[in-house]
């Protein structure tokens, strides 16, 4: 019935009464002991397990939906939830209740010569909306990351997850009731009519951090048009390049994993990049076996080239566009470039920023490129589906941050906190 009145309300209203609900909320999170918090993120684990089912219905429902509608294999993919997803999506709470709570922690101490103490201390940001289309784990990474560090979490994500995203939060809101925590703390935007995010983005006094996770529309629609502040995450145009003193064994497993592991998140591999010295050779054998997983293939002309000459076929020759573009599928971008010099330029002038890989057993060239590339993350000899907050051991994350403001690279705990400097005295005044 509570439902049926929110979706007469007209939407702004609709969206600042949960808005509302949620800045009240942070205000009591903001002093739960990590003993409660972590206690609250165990009962949530549990209750995803004894709601599996509901979940599972409910994901059925998405993707069913997504299919009918002509979605891609990589995008079902993204929404499709398994009993082994939901295990991880368990995992990842239970590793946050693990990790070490930030909230209270003294970032710097000074003594004023007059007497008084000065405290740095991390503090909670307050609400944290998140912004995201089609993975319902995110539901779960951003609650779980929210709640240990005290904020009240605001999710709106896709319509083509909502029923996922709704079973989900009805679990998660079951967990926290174990733990006494108000269902408020998380706030699930039922409305996903698209003018809902417009009124998150501007709601000044009401929310204190929007984070958009998902493709370059919705990430820069939220950069235009927020009034408060944003973290700018996600887009990945992730390069490997492979230099001429490559380890090529070594070469054909990280771009093999970079590019087809998981081809629909935003850290795997877009664009292959392969010195000159090592492209007749190594090419013709990389190429086909990539084919062989179902990679579609864009080629440079000198890499068509060299793939013609050793009877490979059917590659499609990239255009402008291609180097561009993040996939999220089984298509990769292969260009021959002449050096390290002409790689990084490549990556300079079409890399966003997220995960870049060189693949060599140079020293001297892989300094140069880990110093010289601009990006969240940089990898030697290592694939860039490594860039996830699970992986650092920031158990959920809320995001991978490509600029360089308050945070950058995956987006853990500490990353979803400010702090307030505390001042003890005994009755100094300035004169």
């Given at each position: 019935m509570?439902?049926?009145?929110?979706?007469?309300?007209?939407?702004?209203?609709?969206v600042h009464q949960?808005?509302?609900?949620?800045?009240?909320?942070s205000?009591?999170l903001?002093?739960?002991s990590?003993?409660?918090?972590n206690?609250?993120?165990?009962?949530?684990?549990q209750?995803?397990?004894?709601?599996?089912e509901a979940?599972?219905t409910a994901?059925?429902?998405?993707?069913?939906?997504?299919?009918?509608?002509?979605?891609?294999?990589?995008?079902?993919?993204?929404?499709?939830?398994t009993?082994?997803?939901?295990?991880?999506?368990?995992a990842?709470?239970r590793?946050?209740?693990?990790?070490?709570?930030p909230v209270?922690?003294?970032?710097?101490?000074i003594?004023?010569?007059?007497?008084?103490r000065?405290?740095?201390?991390?503090?909670?940001?307050?609400?944290?909306?998140?912004?995201?289309?089609s993975?319902?784990?995110?539901t779960v990474d951003?609650?779980?990351?929210c709640l240990?560090?005290?904020?009240?979490?605001?999710l709106?994500?896709?319509?083509?997850a909502?029923?996922?995203?709704?079973?989900?939060v009805?679990?998660?809101h079951q967990?926290?009731?174990e733990?006494?925590i108000?269902?408020?703390?998380?706030?699930?935007i039922?409305?996903?009519?698209?003018?809902s995010?417009?009124w998150?983005?501007q709601?000044?006094?009401?929310?204190?951090l929007?984070?958009?996770?998902?493709?370059?529309?919705?990430?820069?629609?939220?950069?235009?048009?927020?009034?408060?502040?944003?973290?700018?995450?996600?887009v990945?145009n992730?390069?490997?390049?492979?230099?001429?003193?490559?380890?090529?064994?070594?070469?054909r497993?990280?771009?093999?994993?970079?590019?087809?592991q998981r081809?629909?998140?935003?850290?795997?591999?877009?664009t292959?990049?392969?010195h000159?010295?090592v492209?007749?050779?190594?090419?013709?054998?990389?190429v086909?076996?990539?084919?062989d997983?179902g990679?579609?293939?864009?080629?440079?002309?000198?890499?068509?080239?060299i793939?013609s000459?050793?009877?490979v076929e059917?590659?499609r020759?990239a255009?402008e566009a291609?180097?561009a573009?993040?996939?999220?599928?089984?298509?990769l971008?292969?260009k021959v470039v002449d050096?390290l010099?002409?790689?990084?330029?490549?990556?300079?002038?079409?890399?966003?920023?997220?995960?870049?890989?060189?693949?060599?057993?140079d020293?001297?060239?892989a300094?140069?490129?880990?110093?010289?590339?601009?990006?969240?993350v940089?990898y030697?000899?290592?694939?860039?589906r490594?860039?996830?907050?699970?992986e650092?051991?920031?158990?959920?994350?809320i995001?991978?941050?490509?600029?360089?403001?308050h945070?950058?690279?995956?987006?853990?705990?500490r990353?979803?906190?400010?702090?307030?400097?505390?001042v003890r005295?005994d009755?100094?005044?300035?004169?």
């Open positions: 509570v439902e049926d009145i929110s979706a007469q309300l007209d939407l702004e209203t609709y949960r808005l509302r609900r949620a800045k009240i909320a205000r009591s903001a002093t739960l990590t003993d409660v918090k206690m609250a993120l165990a009962q949530m684990a209750a995803l397990w004894d709601a599996r979940i599972l994901n059925r429902e998405d993707v069913v939906a997504a299919q009918r509608a002509g979605q891609p294999a990589a995008r079902i993919d993204r929404l499709l939830l009993e082994d997803r939901i295990h991880q999506m368990m990842g709470l590793q946050v209740a693990e990790l070490a709570d209270g922690d003294r970032l710097e101490v003594e004023h010569p007059n007497g008084m000065m405290e740095k201390v991390r503090v909670p940001m307050g609400v944290v909306a998140m912004i995201y289309e993975r319902p784990n995110v951003a609650a779980a990351l240990k560090t005290g904020n009240a979490a605001v709106r994500g896709g319509r083509e909502k029923s996922s995203n709704v079973a989900i009805r679990a998660l967990g926290l009731s733990c006494g108000p269902s408020d703390a998380i706030q699930l039922e409305r996903v009519e698209r003018d995010v417009d998150i983005i709601a000044v006094g009401l929310v204190d929007v984070i958009p996770r998902g493709g370059a529309g919705l990430i820069e629609r939220v950069v235009r048009n927020a009034r408060v502040p944003v973290i700018e995450t996600g990945g992730c390069h490997v390049y492979v230099d001429a003193f490559a380890d090529l064994a070594k070469a497993a990280i771009i093999t994993n970079a590019k087809t081809p629909s998140v935003c850290n795997a591999a877009e292959l990049l392969v000159q010295a492209a007749d050779a190594w090419l013709p054998d990389i086909p076996a990539l084919m997983l990679v579609e293939i864009r080629g440079c002309e000198r890499a068509r080239d793939l000459a050793a009877g059917r590659i020759m255009d291609d180097w573009t993040e996939y999220l599928d089984l298509i971008a292969v050096d010099e002409d790689a990084i330029d490549h990556i300079r002038r079409y890399g966003t920023l997220h995960s870049e890989v060189i693949v060599t057993e020293a001297v060239a300094e140069n490129f880990l110093s010289r590339v601009d990006a969240a940089v030697h000899n290592a694939s860039s490594f860039t996830d907050g699970f650092f051991g920031f158990g959920a994350e995001g991978i941050s490509t600029q360089k403001l945070a950058r690279g995956p987006m853990g705990l990353e979803m906190t400010s702090y307030k400097y505390i005295g009755g100094q005044v300035r004169g």
